[in-house]
């Protein structure tokens, strides 16, 4: 059996473009967008920028946190999709004695960060999440509780309840597209050609194809953080495409710096 709970949603973030740079020198370095949501696609950013490269800051998702406060009656394990979802539970509740299960080291971080003190990270998507799970999860305590986005990428609940789990779905946030003026006033607004862009989720992916498919936008490199991510740009042919090798922001880094070795023609690090 399985309960979803809804609720009002707070505003989401203002989408500013900012172009993050940490010396005058930066205007020699390749400048990537990073287009995931706030606050994280400041931390990732200042990641980059420790790596050599320049940054423009213009997410193409706004999060856009609930109102409402998840009813934890008989609630035993909580299930993490995301770090917004974490920040949006540590937002409504105070409670932190829950099993945790997260569906990447960043997110069990993040869940840690919050106080939890029983964290296991699934180190992949969705379906690694949904299998460890199904291998872990004590079911004698009680109800699992989904925290995510309105439109999860998977079918977690389902399968769980398949699976004979007493599940609990809690709709967290949901996301919104920038308005696309604000994208392409960012986008023209650069001093400087795209070496390329990173996409860090599906839903981002599938924004940036609506974009491609109703501007003439000029981009570099596209770099996906997933193959499903991938499969939801559907970007015109021409556009270059790398996929990381793992659903996380290292690999994707990785896929990002071998682009950049092919543009030098240099097997130096960078």
Same mark, same amino acid.
């Given at each position: *059996?399985?309960?979803?709970?809804?609720?009002? !949603?707070?505003?989401? @973030?203002?989408?500013?473009?900012?172009? *993050?740079?940490?010396?005058? !020198? $930066?205007? %020699?370095?390749?400048? /990537?967008?990073?287009?995931?949501?706030?606050?994280?696609?400041?931390?990732?950013?200042?990641?980059?920028?420790?790596?050599?490269?320049?940054?423009?800051?213009?997410?193409? *998702?706004?999060?856009?946190?609930?109102?409402?406060? &998840?009813?934890?009656?008989?609630?035993?394990?909580?299930?993490?999709?995301?770090?917004?979802?974490?920040?949006?539970?540590?937002?409504?509740?105070?409670?932190?004695?829950?099993?945790?299960?997260?569906?990447?080291?960043?997110?069990?971080?993040?869940?840690?960060?919050?106080?939890?003190?029983?964290?296991?990270?699934?180190?992949?998507?969705? %379906?690694?999440?949904?299998?460890?799970?199904?291998?872990?999860?004590?079911?004698?305590?009680?109800?699992?509780?989904? /925290?995510?986005?309105?439109?999860?990428?998977?079918?977690?609940?389902?399968?769980?309840?398949?699976?004979?789990?007493?599940?609990?779905?809690?709709?967290? @946030?949901? $996301?919104?597209?920038?308005?696309?003026?604000?994208?392409?006033?960012?986008?023209?607004?650069?001093?400087?050609?795209?070496?390329?862009?990173?996409?860090?989720? &599906?839903?981002?992916?599938?924004?940036?194809?609506?974009?491609?498919?109703?501007?003439?936008?000029?981009?570099?490199?596209? /770099?996906?953080?997933?193959?499903?991510?991938?499969?939801?740009?559907?970007?015109?042919?021409? @556009?270059?495409?790398?996929?990381?090798?793992? &659903?996380?922001?290292? !690999?994707?880094?990785?896929?990002?710096?071998?682009?950049?070795?092919?543009?030098?023609?240099?097997?130096?690090?960078?």
């Amino acid at each position: *059996m399985a309960k979803t709970l809804h609720g009002a !949603s707070d505003p989401p @973030y203002a989408a500013v473009a900012v172009v *993050m740079q940490r010396s005058r !020198s $930066s205007s %020699a370095r390749p400048l /990537v967008w990073v287009s995931r949501t706030q606050p994280f696609a400041d931390q990732s950013a200042e990641r980059l920028a420790a790596l050599g490269y320049a940054c423009l800051v213009l997410p193409l *998702m706004q999060v856009v946190y609930s109102q409402s406060t &998840p009813d934890l009656t008989g609630v035993g394990t909580l299930v993490f999709t995301s770090r917004n979802g974490v920040a949006a539970f540590a937002r409504r509740r105070p409670e932190r004695e829950f099993s945790v299960f997260a569906v990447g080291d960043a997110t069990a971080a993040a869940a840690r960060r919050a106080a939890f003190a029983r964290v296991v990270s699934a180190a992949g998507d969705v %379906a690694a999440l949904c299998r460890l799970v199904r291998a872990q999860a004590r079911r004698e305590l009680g109800v699992v509780l989904r /925290v995510g986005a309105a439109e999860p990428a998977g079918t977690l609940v389902a399968d769980l309840v398949a699976d004979g789990f007493d599940v609990a779905d809690w709709v967290a @946030y949901h $996301s919104v597209l920038t308005d696309e003026r604000q994208i392409l006033d960012g986008l023209l607004a650069l001093k400087s050609n795209l070496a390329a862009v990173l996409l860090y989720s &599906p839903k981002t992916a599938q924004g940036l194809g609506r974009l491609l498919a109703e501007s003439k936008v000029s981009l570099g490199p596209i /770099v996906c953080i997933s193959l499903a991510a991938a499969k939801a740009l559907a970007a015109p042919a021409h @556009y270059p495409l790398r996929i990381a090798k793992r &659903p996380n922001e290292a !690999s994707l880094f990785d896929a990002l710096h071998a682009i950049e070795l092919d543009r030098r023609g240099a097997l130096s690090p960078i």
